[in-house]
């Protein structure tokens, strides 16, 4: 699973492994080691919400997924799902979910064995 974070926006890609784990699981987890702490992101799905939601609490980082909408990406070739979750004041905070394809990144500096079969392009 991988994170990225720009601004008010939280994207998270996994690969086809981890989408089975988190179809059977309910949940995904990668810690980042520091010299002063560990940062911690989580994708859980979650009952009773109807849009992808986001929360951090202390070093931890949680984006929460409805669980039918759990269930549709794991059966289906659905690529991912994003949402503008708002946080008051006119503020938002960007949040996008998906399968991480092969031959996304210009240079391969990783093992791509896992990805998601890039439907664009030939790697």
């Known amino acids: 699973m991988k994170i990225r974070i720009k601004g008010n926006s939280v994207r998270i890609r996994i690969v086809k492994t981890e989408l089975d784990n988190f179809g059977k699981d309910g949940f995904l987890e990668e810690h980042t080691e520091f010299p002063n702490g560990r940062l911690t992101y989580r994708l859980e799905s979650k009952a009773g919400i109807s849009d992808l939601e986001a929360n951090i609490n202390g070093s931890i980082i949680t ?20 949402t503008d979750m708002p946080l008051g004041e006119g503020n938002s905070l960007f949040i996008l979910i998906e399968k991480d394809f092969k031959c ?16 664009s392009q030939v790697c």
Do not use: C, H, I
């Open 104 to 119: 996304l990144d210009g240079e391969v500096l990783e093992d791509q064995s896992d990805n998601f079969d890039n439907p």
């Open 63 to 82: 984006v929460y997924m409805p669980e039918a909408m759990k269930k549709e990406w794991v059966a289906t070739e659905t690529v991912g799902y994003r």
